[in-house]
Protein backbone atom coordinates (compact mmCIF):
# COMPACT_ATOMS: atom_id res chain seq x y z
CA UNK A 1 0.00 0.00 0.00
CA UNK A 2 2.74 2.24 1.18
CA UNK A 3 4.70 1.64 -2.15
CA UNK A 4 0.97 2.92 -4.22
CA UNK A 5 0.98 6.08 -2.60
CA UNK A 6 4.32 6.66 -3.69
CA UNK A 7 4.12 5.67 -6.95
CA UNK A 8 0.66 7.45 -7.05
CA UNK A 9 2.81 11.38 -5.33
CA UNK A 10 5.74 10.64 -7.73
CA UNK A 11 3.00 10.34 -11.00
CA UNK A 12 1.35 13.62 -9.87
CA UNK A 13 5.15 15.07 -9.41
CA UNK A 14 5.76 14.42 -12.95
CA UNK A 15 1.61 15.84 -14.20
CA UNK A 16 2.53 18.69 -12.44
CA UNK A 17 6.06 19.33 -14.41
CA UNK A 18 3.75 18.42 -17.52
CA UNK A 19 1.46 21.04 -16.65
CA UNK A 20 4.32 23.75 -16.21
CA UNK A 21 4.73 23.64 -19.74
CA UNK A 22 8.48 22.72 -19.31
CA UNK A 23 9.16 26.38 -17.98
CA UNK A 24 10.83 25.29 -14.45
CA UNK A 25 9.50 27.33 -11.49
CA UNK A 26 13.61 27.20 -10.03
CA UNK A 27 16.38 27.49 -11.34
CA UNK A 28 17.70 24.99 -9.46
CA UNK A 29 16.97 23.00 -6.39
CA UNK A 30 20.46 22.80 -3.62
CA UNK A 31 21.08 19.64 -1.80
CA UNK A 32 23.17 19.71 1.32
CA UNK A 33 23.62 18.04 4.42
CA UNK A 34 22.66 19.88 7.48
CA UNK A 35 26.45 19.79 8.58
CA UNK A 36 26.91 22.12 4.82
CA UNK A 37 24.40 24.53 6.24
CA UNK A 38 26.42 27.59 6.40
CA UNK A 39 27.81 26.80 3.41
CA UNK A 40 24.57 26.37 1.39
CA UNK A 41 23.34 29.93 2.83
CA UNK A 42 26.66 31.30 1.72
CA UNK A 43 26.10 29.48 -1.83
CA UNK A 44 22.56 30.11 -2.16
CA UNK A 45 22.87 33.87 -1.09
CA UNK A 46 25.97 34.43 -3.99
CA UNK A 47 23.57 32.64 -6.36
CA UNK A 48 20.28 34.55 -6.28
CA UNK A 49 22.52 38.46 -6.38
CA UNK A 50 24.84 37.46 -8.95
CA UNK A 51 23.62 39.30 -12.06
CA UNK A 52 25.07 37.88 -15.50
CA UNK A 53 27.14 40.40 -17.82
CA UNK A 54 24.98 41.53 -20.20
CA UNK A 55 26.85 39.96 -23.42
CA UNK A 56 25.88 36.55 -21.87
CA UNK A 57 21.94 37.11 -21.20
CA UNK A 58 20.64 36.52 -24.93
CA UNK A 59 18.69 33.20 -24.58
CA UNK A 60 17.73 32.70 -20.59
CA UNK A 61 14.76 31.66 -19.72
CA UNK A 62 12.67 33.07 -18.49
CA UNK A 63 12.56 36.67 -20.22
CA UNK A 64 12.57 38.32 -16.77
CA UNK A 65 15.86 36.32 -15.90
CA UNK A 66 17.59 37.70 -19.46
CA UNK A 67 16.36 41.41 -18.66
CA UNK A 68 17.78 41.40 -14.88
CA UNK A 69 20.58 39.19 -15.59
CA UNK A 70 19.65 37.06 -12.51
CA UNK A 71 19.82 33.91 -12.60
CA UNK A 72 16.35 33.05 -11.11
CA UNK A 73 15.16 31.47 -7.88
CA UNK A 74 17.56 28.69 -5.92
CA UNK A 75 15.25 26.39 -3.58
CA UNK A 76 16.78 25.46 -0.29
CA UNK A 77 14.34 24.73 2.66
CA UNK A 78 15.99 22.44 4.96
CA UNK A 79 15.97 24.40 7.76
CA UNK A 80 12.38 22.92 9.32
CA UNK A 81 12.61 19.23 8.13
CA UNK A 82 10.54 16.96 10.47
CA UNK A 83 11.52 14.06 11.89
CA UNK A 84 11.01 11.39 9.01
CA UNK A 85 12.48 9.31 6.74
CA UNK A 86 11.21 10.76 3.53
CA UNK A 87 10.97 13.91 1.53
CA UNK A 88 8.46 15.97 2.29
CA UNK A 89 5.68 16.62 -0.51
CA UNK A 90 6.96 20.50 -0.40
CA UNK A 91 10.36 19.45 -1.12
CA UNK A 92 9.37 16.67 -4.01
CA UNK A 93 7.44 19.63 -5.40
CA UNK A 94 10.37 21.71 -5.74
CA UNK A 95 12.48 19.03 -6.98
CA UNK A 96 10.20 18.68 -9.93
CA UNK A 97 9.59 22.12 -10.51
CA UNK A 98 13.71 22.87 -10.45
CA UNK A 99 15.64 22.64 -13.85
CA UNK A 100 18.88 21.51 -12.30
CA UNK A 101 20.76 20.29 -8.93
CA UNK A 102 23.17 21.76 -7.45
CA UNK A 103 24.67 18.86 -4.45
CA UNK A 104 27.18 20.68 -2.06
CA UNK A 105 29.63 17.56 -1.76
CA UNK A 106 31.42 16.72 1.45
CA UNK A 107 31.94 13.71 3.92
CA UNK A 108 28.89 14.68 5.78
CA UNK A 109 27.23 14.89 2.15
CA UNK A 110 28.06 11.31 1.40
CA UNK A 111 26.42 9.91 4.71
CA UNK A 112 23.15 11.88 4.29
CA UNK A 113 20.33 10.09 3.68
CA UNK A 114 18.18 12.98 2.46
CA UNK A 115 21.19 14.14 0.24
CA UNK A 116 21.22 10.33 -1.48
CA UNK A 117 17.32 10.53 -1.52
CA UNK A 118 16.98 14.43 -3.64
CA UNK A 119 19.58 13.01 -6.30
CA UNK A 120 17.74 9.63 -6.45
CA UNK A 121 14.27 11.84 -7.07
CA UNK A 122 15.60 14.18 -9.32
CA UNK A 123 17.04 11.49 -11.85
CA UNK A 124 14.08 9.88 -11.55
CA UNK A 125 11.82 12.53 -12.70
CA UNK A 126 14.57 14.77 -14.76
CA UNK A 127 16.62 12.18 -16.53
CA UNK A 128 18.07 13.94 -18.77
CA UNK A 129 18.69 17.40 -16.85
CA UNK A 130 21.89 17.87 -15.49
CA UNK A 131 23.26 17.87 -11.83
CA UNK A 132 26.42 20.22 -10.75
CA UNK A 133 28.28 19.10 -7.81
CA UNK A 134 30.49 21.38 -5.55
CA UNK A 135 33.02 20.40 -3.48
CA UNK A 136 33.63 22.12 -0.21
CA UNK A 137 35.18 20.04 1.92
CA UNK A 138 37.32 16.85 1.73
CA UNK A 139 38.67 14.53 -0.70
CA UNK A 140 36.59 13.87 -3.85
CA UNK A 141 36.86 10.12 -3.02
CA UNK A 142 35.08 10.34 0.58
CA UNK A 143 32.63 13.11 -0.25
CA UNK A 144 30.66 12.49 -3.19
CA UNK A 145 27.44 10.77 -2.56
CA UNK A 146 27.14 7.44 -4.04
CA UNK A 147 23.93 7.89 -5.50
CA UNK A 148 25.70 10.15 -8.08
CA UNK A 149 27.27 7.41 -9.77
CA UNK A 150 24.56 6.19 -11.63
CA UNK A 151 23.32 7.81 -14.59
CA UNK A 152 25.09 10.83 -16.83
CA UNK A 153 27.71 12.01 -15.43
CA UNK A 154 27.32 15.16 -12.97
CA UNK A 155 29.39 18.54 -13.90
CA UNK A 156 31.98 19.36 -10.67
CA UNK A 157 33.99 22.39 -9.14
CA UNK A 158 36.08 22.24 -6.83
CA UNK A 159 35.31 25.29 -4.22
CA UNK A 160 38.40 23.98 -1.83
CA UNK A 161 41.05 26.37 -1.42
CA UNK A 162 43.50 23.84 -2.98
CA UNK A 163 40.95 23.06 -5.89
CA UNK A 164 39.13 25.72 -8.26
CA UNK A 165 38.92 27.50 -5.22
CA UNK A 166 35.47 30.16 -4.46
CA UNK A 167 36.07 32.38 -7.07
CA UNK A 168 36.30 29.87 -10.10
CA UNK A 169 34.23 27.07 -8.32
CA UNK A 170 31.30 29.57 -7.84
CA UNK A 171 31.86 31.02 -11.46
CA UNK A 172 31.79 27.46 -13.10
CA UNK A 173 28.62 26.90 -11.12
CA UNK A 174 27.30 29.97 -12.49
CA UNK A 175 28.09 28.80 -16.21
CA UNK A 176 26.58 25.37 -15.88
CA UNK A 177 23.32 26.90 -14.20
CA UNK A 178 23.15 29.72 -17.29
CA UNK A 179 25.00 27.64 -19.91
CA UNK A 180 27.22 30.05 -20.93
CA UNK A 181 30.89 29.36 -21.77
CA UNK A 182 33.10 29.42 -18.23
CA UNK A 183 35.66 31.67 -20.69
CA UNK A 184 32.97 34.50 -21.22
CA UNK A 185 32.37 34.66 -17.25
CA UNK A 186 35.96 34.59 -16.10
CA UNK A 187 36.74 37.36 -18.74
CA UNK A 188 33.61 39.53 -17.36
CA UNK A 189 34.71 38.73 -13.82
CA UNK A 190 38.46 40.32 -14.51
CA UNK A 191 37.06 43.50 -16.00
CA UNK A 192 34.51 43.52 -13.37
CA UNK A 193 37.13 43.59 -10.85
CA UNK A 194 39.27 46.25 -12.72
CA UNK A 195 36.54 48.44 -12.51
CA UNK A 196 36.13 47.94 -8.96
CA UNK A 197 39.88 48.72 -8.22
CA UNK A 198 39.20 52.10 -9.69
CA UNK A 199 36.30 52.89 -8.01
CA UNK A 200 37.41 51.66 -5.05
CA UNK A 201 40.64 54.20 -5.83
CA UNK A 202 38.54 57.09 -6.43
CA UNK A 203 36.34 56.36 -3.21
CA UNK A 204 39.39 56.11 -1.30
CA UNK A 205 40.55 59.18 -2.63
CA UNK A 206 37.25 61.03 -1.93
CA UNK A 207 37.41 59.17 1.42
CA UNK A 208 40.53 60.83 2.50
CA UNK A 209 39.45 64.26 1.39
CA UNK A 210 36.47 64.03 3.76
CA UNK A 211 39.09 62.33 6.20
CA UNK A 212 40.83 65.79 6.17
CA UNK A 213 38.00 67.72 6.60
CA UNK A 214 36.61 66.14 9.86
CA UNK A 215 40.08 65.94 11.57
CA UNK A 216 40.08 69.80 11.09
CA UNK A 217 37.02 70.06 13.27
CA UNK A 218 37.87 71.22 16.77
CA UNK A 219 36.23 68.61 18.78
CA UNK A 220 36.15 69.12 22.20
CA UNK A 221 34.87 65.43 23.68
CA UNK A 222 37.54 63.23 24.28
CA UNK A 223 35.51 60.00 23.22
CA UNK A 224 34.33 61.85 20.41
CA UNK A 225 37.88 62.80 19.66
CA UNK A 226 39.14 59.27 19.89
CA UNK A 227 36.27 58.09 17.52
CA UNK A 228 37.29 60.13 14.54
CA UNK A 229 41.32 59.27 14.99
CA UNK A 230 39.62 55.72 15.57
CA UNK A 231 37.61 56.05 12.53
CA UNK A 232 40.58 58.02 10.23
CA UNK A 233 43.77 55.93 11.03
CA UNK A 234 41.14 52.64 9.87
CA UNK A 235 41.16 54.55 6.29
CA UNK A 236 44.91 55.35 6.43
CA UNK A 237 45.10 51.12 7.34
CA UNK A 238 43.23 50.59 4.08
CA UNK A 239 45.33 52.85 2.09
CA UNK A 240 48.38 50.79 3.52
CA UNK A 241 47.44 47.72 2.64
CA UNK A 242 44.25 46.51 0.54
CA UNK A 243 44.49 49.53 -1.50
CA UNK A 244 48.37 49.66 -1.94
CA UNK A 245 48.38 46.26 -3.18
CA UNK A 246 45.89 46.58 -6.06
CA UNK A 247 47.53 50.02 -6.90
CA UNK A 248 51.00 47.99 -7.06
CA UNK A 249 48.86 45.51 -9.31
CA UNK A 250 47.63 48.35 -11.62
CA UNK A 251 51.24 49.64 -11.89
CA UNK A 252 49.81 53.18 -11.11
CA UNK A 253 52.83 55.24 -9.09
CA UNK A 254 51.29 58.31 -9.37
CA UNK A 255 48.12 57.44 -7.60
CA UNK A 256 49.94 55.63 -4.81
CA UNK A 257 51.98 58.72 -4.16
CA UNK A 258 48.80 60.71 -4.25
CA UNK A 259 47.25 58.76 -1.20
CA UNK A 260 50.39 58.63 0.69
CA UNK A 261 50.81 62.39 0.72
CA UNK A 262 47.02 62.82 1.45
CA UNK A 263 47.56 59.66 4.58
CA UNK A 264 50.66 61.91 5.95
CA UNK A 265 48.23 65.24 5.93
CA UNK A 266 46.47 63.68 8.39
CA UNK A 267 49.38 62.97 10.92
CA UNK A 268 50.85 66.38 10.27
CA UNK A 269 47.43 67.86 10.99
CA UNK A 270 47.87 66.48 14.82
CA UNK A 271 50.40 68.91 15.29
CA UNK A 272 52.82 67.56 18.14
CA UNK A 273 53.17 63.33 18.04
CA UNK A 274 54.66 62.81 21.07
CA UNK A 275 50.69 62.13 22.62
CA UNK A 276 50.12 59.46 20.40
CA UNK A 277 49.95 56.13 21.01
CA UNK A 278 52.46 53.30 19.24
CA UNK A 279 50.15 52.01 16.96
CA UNK A 280 49.60 55.10 15.42
CA UNK A 281 53.45 55.73 15.10
CA UNK A 282 53.74 52.38 13.61
CA UNK A 283 51.19 53.24 11.48
CA UNK A 284 52.67 56.69 10.61
CA UNK A 285 56.06 54.48 10.17
CA UNK A 286 54.44 52.42 7.56
CA UNK A 287 53.59 55.79 5.35
CA UNK A 288 56.99 56.47 5.26
CA UNK A 289 58.52 53.52 3.79
CA UNK A 290 55.74 53.34 1.94
CA UNK A 291 56.52 56.78 0.80
CA UNK A 292 60.38 55.84 0.56
CA UNK A 293 59.45 52.70 -1.69
CA UNK A 294 57.47 55.21 -4.26
CA UNK A 295 60.78 57.54 -4.41
CA UNK A 296 62.86 54.73 -5.12
CA UNK A 297 60.96 53.52 -8.04
CA UNK A 298 61.04 56.95 -9.43
CA UNK A 299 65.00 56.81 -8.95
CA UNK A 300 64.80 59.90 -5.78
CA UNK A 301 67.25 57.88 -3.60
CA UNK A 302 67.90 60.97 -1.34
CA UNK A 303 64.11 61.78 -0.70
CA UNK A 304 63.69 58.12 -0.34
CA UNK A 305 66.73 57.33 2.41
CA UNK A 306 65.38 60.27 4.38
CA UNK A 307 62.16 58.97 4.81
CA UNK A 308 63.14 55.76 5.46
CA UNK A 309 65.32 56.67 8.30
CA UNK A 310 62.39 58.87 9.84
CA UNK A 311 60.56 55.28 10.24
CA UNK A 312 63.62 53.73 11.43
CA UNK A 313 63.99 56.04 14.30
CA UNK A 314 60.45 55.76 14.86
CA UNK A 315 60.10 51.78 14.81
CA UNK A 316 63.45 51.82 16.96
CA UNK A 317 61.98 53.73 19.72
CA UNK A 318 58.40 51.38 19.43
CA UNK A 319 60.92 48.26 19.70
CA UNK A 320 62.94 49.87 23.17
CA UNK A 321 59.68 50.42 24.87
CA UNK A 322 57.87 46.52 23.70
CA UNK A 323 60.86 44.80 22.89
CA UNK A 324 58.96 41.70 22.83
CA UNK A 325 56.00 42.29 20.96
CA UNK A 326 55.84 40.35 17.51
CA UNK A 327 54.33 43.92 15.71
CA UNK A 328 56.96 46.02 17.22
CA UNK A 329 59.66 43.77 16.20
CA UNK A 330 58.11 43.06 12.26
CA UNK A 331 57.67 46.69 12.25
CA UNK A 332 61.44 47.54 13.09
CA UNK A 333 62.28 44.51 10.94
CA UNK A 334 60.60 46.64 8.42
CA UNK A 335 63.40 49.69 8.70
CA UNK A 336 66.22 47.90 9.06
CA UNK A 337 65.29 46.26 5.76
CA UNK A 338 64.67 49.40 4.08
CA UNK A 339 67.97 50.86 5.46
CA UNK A 340 69.79 48.33 3.94
CA UNK A 341 68.30 47.63 0.25
CA UNK A 342 68.87 51.46 -0.35
CA UNK A 343 72.74 51.33 0.77
CA UNK A 344 72.41 48.06 -1.47
CA UNK A 345 71.48 50.09 -4.28
CA UNK A 346 73.89 52.44 -3.49
CA UNK A 347 76.83 50.14 -3.96
CA UNK A 348 77.82 50.58 -0.22
CA UNK A 349 78.29 47.08 0.83
CA UNK A 350 79.48 47.16 4.48
CA UNK A 351 76.38 49.04 5.69
CA UNK A 352 73.98 46.39 3.33
CA UNK A 353 75.38 43.49 4.75
CA UNK A 354 74.88 45.22 8.55
CA UNK A 355 71.49 46.00 7.96
CA UNK A 356 70.44 42.70 6.55
CA UNK A 357 72.01 41.24 9.25
CA UNK A 358 70.26 43.18 11.96
CA UNK A 359 67.23 42.53 9.89
CA UNK A 360 67.88 39.09 9.80
CA UNK A 361 68.21 39.13 13.75
CA UNK A 362 64.96 40.20 14.32
CA UNK A 363 63.16 37.66 11.41
CA UNK A 364 64.82 34.87 13.69
CA UNK A 365 63.49 36.20 16.76
CA UNK A 366 59.97 36.29 15.32
CA UNK A 367 60.33 32.72 13.90
CA UNK A 368 61.83 31.54 17.42
CA UNK A 369 58.56 32.99 19.21
CA UNK A 370 56.18 31.62 16.54
CA UNK A 371 58.12 28.24 14.11
CA UNK A 372 54.58 27.78 12.04
CA UNK A 373 53.79 31.34 11.54
CA UNK A 374 53.97 31.58 7.64
CA UNK A 375 54.54 35.17 7.67
CA UNK A 376 57.24 34.67 10.34
CA UNK A 377 58.59 32.28 8.22
CA UNK A 378 58.61 34.25 5.15
CA UNK A 379 60.51 37.13 6.67
CA UNK A 380 63.79 34.91 7.51
CA UNK A 381 63.50 33.91 3.51
CA UNK A 382 63.97 37.41 2.99
CA UNK A 383 66.35 38.33 5.15
CA UNK A 384 68.48 35.54 4.22
CA UNK A 385 68.10 36.00 0.49
CA UNK A 386 68.94 39.86 0.97
CA UNK A 387 71.97 38.69 2.78
CA UNK A 388 73.04 36.39 -0.44
CA UNK A 389 72.27 39.86 -2.74
CA UNK A 390 75.05 41.66 -0.74
CA UNK A 391 77.50 38.42 -1.04
CA UNK A 392 76.90 38.01 -4.85
CA UNK A 393 78.12 42.67 -4.86
CA UNK A 394 81.57 42.75 -5.88
CA UNK A 395 83.87 41.72 -4.08
CA UNK A 396 81.85 38.39 -4.35
CA UNK A 397 81.86 35.55 -1.66
CA UNK A 398 80.48 32.92 -3.96
CA UNK A 399 80.11 30.11 -1.16
CA UNK A 400 78.19 32.50 1.61
CA UNK A 401 75.99 33.62 -1.03
CA UNK A 402 75.29 30.23 -1.94
CA UNK A 403 74.62 29.09 1.90
CA UNK A 404 72.37 32.19 2.46
CA UNK A 405 70.31 31.30 -0.51
CA UNK A 406 69.66 28.02 -0.11
CA UNK A 407 68.46 28.82 3.26
CA UNK A 408 66.12 31.24 1.86
CA UNK A 409 64.33 28.67 -0.70
CA UNK A 410 63.84 26.09 1.99
CA UNK A 411 62.42 29.20 4.33
CA UNK A 412 59.95 29.85 1.46
CA UNK A 413 59.33 26.46 0.36
CA UNK A 414 58.47 25.88 4.15
CA UNK A 415 55.75 28.67 3.99
CA UNK A 416 54.55 27.20 0.61
CA UNK A 417 53.79 24.38 2.81
CA UNK A 418 52.03 25.82 5.05
CA UNK A 419 49.77 27.83 2.53
CA UNK A 420 48.82 25.44 -0.40
CA UNK A 421 48.32 27.28 -3.47
CA UNK A 422 49.29 30.59 -2.12
CA UNK A 423 50.10 32.58 -5.08
CA UNK A 424 52.25 35.05 -3.07
CA UNK A 425 54.15 32.05 -1.77
CA UNK A 426 54.64 30.93 -4.91
CA UNK A 427 55.89 33.59 -6.10
CA UNK A 428 58.30 34.48 -3.27
CA UNK A 429 59.51 30.28 -4.23
CA UNK A 430 60.16 31.34 -8.16
CA UNK A 431 62.42 34.66 -6.35
CA UNK A 432 64.46 32.69 -4.45
CA UNK A 433 65.26 30.27 -7.39
CA UNK A 434 66.37 32.99 -9.63
CA UNK A 435 68.85 34.46 -6.89
CA UNK A 436 69.88 30.58 -6.76
CA UNK A 437 70.47 30.70 -10.25
CA UNK A 438 72.67 33.80 -9.66
CA UNK A 439 74.86 32.30 -6.59
CA UNK A 440 75.42 28.91 -8.52
CA UNK A 441 76.81 31.18 -11.48
CA UNK A 442 78.77 32.86 -9.38
CA UNK A 443 80.38 29.54 -7.86
CA UNK A 444 80.68 28.56 -11.73
CA UNK A 445 77.86 25.91 -11.89
CA UNK A 446 76.37 26.74 -14.60
CA UNK A 447 73.97 23.55 -15.08
CA UNK A 448 72.42 24.65 -11.98
CA UNK A 449 72.15 28.39 -12.52
CA UNK A 450 69.96 27.10 -15.40
CA UNK A 451 68.21 24.58 -13.82
CA UNK A 452 67.11 27.27 -10.91
CA UNK A 453 66.44 30.00 -13.76
CA UNK A 454 64.34 27.17 -15.54
CA UNK A 455 62.64 26.08 -12.07
CA UNK A 456 61.73 30.47 -11.95
CA UNK A 457 60.31 30.11 -15.32
CA UNK A 458 57.88 27.21 -14.74
CA UNK A 459 56.67 28.68 -11.31
CA UNK A 460 56.37 32.00 -12.07
CA UNK A 461 54.28 31.44 -15.93
CA UNK A 462 50.96 30.19 -14.24
CA UNK A 463 50.58 33.05 -11.79
CA UNK A 464 51.27 35.77 -15.15
CA UNK A 465 48.38 33.78 -17.17
CA UNK A 466 46.06 33.65 -13.70
CA UNK A 467 46.75 37.39 -13.87
CA UNK A 468 47.31 38.79 -16.88
CA UNK A 469 47.19 42.63 -15.95
CA UNK A 470 48.94 42.53 -12.78
CA UNK A 471 52.07 45.05 -12.95
CA UNK A 472 53.62 43.41 -10.70
CA UNK A 473 53.72 40.09 -12.18
CA UNK A 474 54.23 41.63 -15.51
CA UNK A 475 57.42 43.40 -14.06
CA UNK A 476 58.49 39.91 -12.65
CA UNK A 477 57.98 37.87 -15.50
CA UNK A 478 59.98 40.70 -17.86
CA UNK A 479 62.84 40.56 -14.97
CA UNK A 480 62.59 36.29 -15.58
CA UNK A 481 63.29 36.29 -19.34
CA UNK A 482 65.49 38.82 -19.40
CA UNK A 483 67.62 37.35 -16.87
CA UNK A 484 67.03 33.91 -18.67
CA UNK A 485 68.46 35.35 -21.88
CA UNK A 486 71.26 36.72 -20.26
CA UNK A 487 72.49 33.69 -18.68
CA UNK A 488 71.60 31.95 -21.69
CA UNK A 489 74.11 34.19 -24.15
CA UNK A 490 76.41 33.92 -21.51
CA UNK A 491 76.68 29.89 -22.37
CA UNK A 492 76.75 31.10 -26.03
CA UNK A 493 73.27 29.77 -26.59
CA UNK A 494 72.47 32.66 -28.77
CA UNK A 495 69.34 30.86 -30.51
CA UNK A 496 67.91 29.54 -27.36
CA UNK A 497 68.26 33.43 -25.38
CA UNK A 498 66.75 34.87 -28.82
CA UNK A 499 63.19 33.86 -27.50
CA UNK A 500 63.36 35.07 -23.98
CA UNK A 501 64.79 38.48 -24.67
CA UNK A 502 61.94 39.32 -27.19
CA UNK A 503 59.47 38.45 -24.35
CA UNK A 504 61.18 40.26 -22.01
CA UNK A 505 61.22 43.26 -24.26
CA UNK A 506 57.96 43.40 -25.01
CA UNK A 507 56.99 43.31 -21.60
CA UNK A 508 58.77 45.84 -21.04
CA UNK A 509 57.67 48.48 -23.34
CA UNK A 510 53.96 47.09 -21.92
CA UNK A 511 55.27 48.51 -18.54
CA UNK A 512 57.01 51.62 -19.82
CA UNK A 513 53.57 52.76 -21.62
CA UNK A 514 51.48 52.03 -18.63
CA UNK A 515 53.39 54.63 -16.54
CA UNK A 516 56.63 56.58 -18.22
CA UNK A 517 57.58 58.05 -14.93
CA UNK A 518 58.74 54.25 -13.30
CA UNK A 519 62.22 55.29 -13.46
CA UNK A 520 62.97 51.24 -12.69
CA UNK A 521 60.93 50.42 -15.30
CA UNK A 522 62.90 52.65 -17.95
CA UNK A 523 66.33 51.23 -16.65
CA UNK A 524 65.63 47.53 -17.01
CA UNK A 525 63.95 48.54 -20.58
CA UNK A 526 67.36 50.05 -21.13
CA UNK A 527 69.09 47.06 -20.18
CA UNK A 528 67.03 45.32 -22.57
CA UNK A 529 67.53 47.27 -25.59
CA UNK A 530 71.63 46.59 -24.56
CA UNK A 531 71.04 43.15 -24.45
CA UNK A 532 68.95 42.49 -27.71
CA UNK A 533 72.43 45.11 -29.39
CA UNK A 534 74.75 42.72 -27.77
CA UNK A 535 72.78 39.65 -29.32
CA UNK A 536 72.80 41.16 -32.93
CA UNK A 537 76.63 41.42 -32.78
CA UNK A 538 76.81 37.99 -31.90
CA UNK A 539 75.06 36.55 -34.51
CA UNK A 540 76.65 39.00 -37.12
CA UNK A 541 80.33 37.23 -35.92
Known amino acids: MLSRLRQAEELKLREGDKQAGGAPRFRAFLSYSHADACAARRLHRRLETYRLPRRLRQGMVPSSCASSGRLGPIFRDREDFPAAQDLSYAVKQALAESDKLIVLCSPDAALSSWVAQEIALFRQLHPGRPILCALIRGEPAESFPSALNSGAEPLAADLRREGDGARLGFLKIVAGLADVPLDGLIQRDAQRRQRRVTAITLAACLGVLVMSGITALAVTARNEAERQRSEAEGLIEFMLTDL ?298
Open 244 to 541: RSRLKSVGRLDVMTSVNERAMSYYESQGDLSHMPDASLERRARILMAMGEDDDKRGEIDSALEKISEAHRTTKAILARKPDDPEAIFAHAQSEYWLGYLAYVRQQRLEARNRFSAYKRLADQLVKADPRNPDWLREAGYADGNLCSVMLQKPQEPKAALRHCRSALHQMQAVARLLPGDSAAILDVANRHAWLSDAWKANGNWQAALFHRAEQERLLRPLVEADPHNADLREFWMLTQMTYAELLSLRNRLADARPHLAEASAYATQLMRRDPENEKWSAWRRRVATLEESLEEGEMR
